[in-house]
């Protein structure tokens, strides 16, 4: 390895799709169906130092991954205790979280390749985490998977992400998750016409401080919020929403494949309910 310069290639082995890929929103609309959706909130103490956390590598990432919502205009909030915290939105695919990624396919690599979430273009490089931190981690976990010898293409030098490509998608990612954040801000302002089932996203966020600060929904909630948007003309318009019957149907099929794919059952459980949902609701607009 050359002074300062880190070597890189993916070799599509598929080991790091050991889990779903967390998407922006409006990637999730043009992926709608090819995954399970799910839309996600994540909340993070503005003060905390996380001392609590002892492994330090650990630490480093969760403090980072706030200091990115943060500057990334997360949704700011503060309890009844006088605590602030930062509020995140994304999507992903639906619980649990602990399933492969349902693009994979049987021999381990991606069916979707071409068109591939952001985030997977960006891997190694997180782009909540310090570039140099993120490679080193991956690099720890796939130490004996990914191509890291000198013929490889140099991906970072100095601390710096020299790859066209990768710089692209990493810095894409931060650009996706700043939108988002701004369409969280709208969300929250717009709870009376925002809403799912009488549920606007400050129960959502209610949930996720229950949950471990985590809350992951089947994507209807926040498309059905969305759509409160677009009535009263406060949705921007890079969010593009399929009719009704299209992302219904397409979200139903989704979750039956990925509940024929799990060995879980609890996991089969919970994509054959959902199937379920969407299957209700596209009798109702049939109808």
């Not at 590598?57 to 930062?86: E, N, Y």
């Not at 985030?119 to 931190?133: G, I, K, Q, S």
């Not at 039956?256 to 309910?273: P, R």
Request: proline share 6%.
């Amino acid at each position: 390895m050359s002074k300062g310069a880190v070597h890189f290639a993916c070799v599509a082995c598929g080991r790091c799709c050991n889990s779903p890929p967390q998407m922006d929103v409006e990637e999730a609309l043009r992926l709608y169906d090819s995954f399970p959706l799910a839309v996600q909130i994540s909340v993070f103490p503005v003060g905390d130092d996380y001392r609590a956390v002892k492994d330090a590598d650990r630490r480093k990432v969760v403090q980072q991954v706030r200091g990115t919502a943060v500057d990334l205009g997360g949704l700011q909030i503060t309890r009844p205790t006088g605590k602030k915290w930062v509020v995140v939105l994304c999507a992903n695919a639906l619980d649990p979280a602990e399933e492969p990624c349902p693009a994979l396919a049987d021999d381990g690599k991606c069916r979707i390749h071409q068109r591939r979430p952001i985030l997977c273009r960006a891997v190694p490089f997180a782009h909540e985490v310090d570039p140099r931190l993120s490679i080193r981690l991956h690099r720890q976990q796939y130490r004996h998977d990914c191509d890291w010898s000198s013929t490889a293409p140099v991906v970072m030098r100095d601390g710096q992400i020299v790859d066209a490509g990768y710089a692209q998608a990493y810095a894409a990612t931060r650009d996706n998750q700043r939108r988002d954040s701004e369409l969280l801000h709208l969300l929250w302002d717009n709870e009376k016409h925002a809403r799912y089932d009488g549920k606007a996203i400050g129960d959502l966020i209610e949930v996720a401080f229950c949950h471990d600060y985590e809350e992951r929904a089947p994507f209807i909630v926040l498309f059905e919020m969305m759509r409160g948007l677009e009535r009263i003309g406060k949705l921007p318009p890079r969010y593009v929403l399929p009719s009704d019957a299209d992302f219904y149907a397409a979200q139903a099929n989704a979750c039956i494949a990925a509940a024929k794919a799990t060995d879980s059952e609890a996991a089969h459980d919970s994509f054959n309910a959902t199937a379920g949902l969407y299957d209700r609701l596209t009798a109702e607009v049939a109808k």
